[in-house]
T-cell receptor
């Protein structure tokens, strides 16, 4: 999995802007991916998932893009709101059915009113 | 929606004492639960997989005699940090897999903040 850094990358945006959070995953054998949102002092909250047989999936205000060629995931948040401020983690699941996610490094999203 | 609770939400203890953290699935049964540890500004690291009625599976580098896991029922897993030391201070998060849902579905608890003095 990804190495865990000593600090989190930070993305600062203005309220109403679109946000794009990126994640590089490590294992080409991963076939299921999840984005989680974690607010300060709380557990992770599921946002959206995608399987490796897809390259795009949309939810409410969020879109996940998967590029298997370069092992890259992105989470797009439309019309970002102050309540979106949190740390966002991507997680990969290796194929084989165990579905135990390996969490990526995380990105801190700060939304300015 | 499915709810996972943890108790306590935060605990402060003296070095050398043991601390038990509970993880409960409130409205579903969970044969499998997972325990994670998260240090400040870092990612979640899987410590162990807790299996109801059998021994837990620990990740490499996690001492099973220090982090005791008991999954005695379909709704409860406990993590006991034995002889806690300041370096065990962390945010401990559990998740639970609903037996009635696909394996990829898991629900996270709110976390337990442990501070060892």
């Amino acid at each position: 999995g990804e190495s865990v850094g000593l600090h989190l990358p930070t993305l600062s945006v203005q309220e109403g802007d679109n946000s794009i959070i990126n994640c590089a995953y490590s294992n080409s054998a991963s076939d299921y991916f999840i984005w989680y949102k974690q607010e300060s002092g709380k557990g992770p909250q599921f946002i959206i998932d995608i399987r490796s047989n897809m390259d795009k999936r949309q939810g409410q205000r969020v879109t996940v893009l998967l590029n298997k060629t370069v092992k890259h995931l992105s989470l797009q948040i439309a019309a970002t709101q102050p309540g979106d401020s949190a740390v966002y983690f991507c997680a990969e699941n290796l194929s084989g059915g165990s579905y135990i996610p390996t969490f990526g490094r995380g990105t801190s999203l700060i939304v300015h009113p | 929606g499915a709810v996972v609770s943890q108790h306590p939400s935060r605990v402060i203890c003296k070095s050398g004492t043991s601390v038990k953290i509970e993880c409960r699935s409130l409205d579903f049964q969970a044969t499998t639960m997972f325990w994670y540890r998260q240090f400040p500004k870092q990612s979640l690291m899987l410590m162990a997989t807790s299996n109801e009625g059998s021994k837990a599976t620990y990740e490499q580098g996690v001492e099973k005699d220090k982090f005791l896991i008991n999954h005695a029922s379909l709704t409860l897993s406990t993590l006991t940090v034995t002889s806690a030391h300041p370096e065990d201070s962390s945010f401990y998060i559990c998740s639970a897999r609903d037996v009635g849902m696909p394996k990829e579905t898991q629900y996270f608890g709110p976390g337990t903040r442990l501070l060892v003095l």
